[in-house]
């Protein structure tokens, strides 16, 4: 249940952002890295490419 929370609050988050990635991992209190290791985990890190 907590992986599905995490990843809906990261989802809103990139949808909020425009997909910038930087973005979204700051506002998230995130380091970038944990960012893409968590979007590639789950199959996400090509949605939006480009938009860092």
């Known amino acids: 249940m ?3 929370v995490e990843r809906q609050l990261i ?3 990139l949808r909020r952002c425009h997909f910038h ?3 979204a991992a ?3 209190g995130l ?3 944990s960012l893409f290791k968590r979007l590639k ?3 996400l890190s090509a949605e939006e490419d480009g938009a860092n």
């Open 2 to 4: 907590m992986l599905r």
């Open 26 to 28: 700051k506002e998230l």
């Open 41 to 43: 985990l789950w199959g």
């Open 21 to 23: 990635k930087d973005r």
């Open 11 to 13: 989802e809103n988050t």
């Open 31 to 33: 380091a970038r890295s």
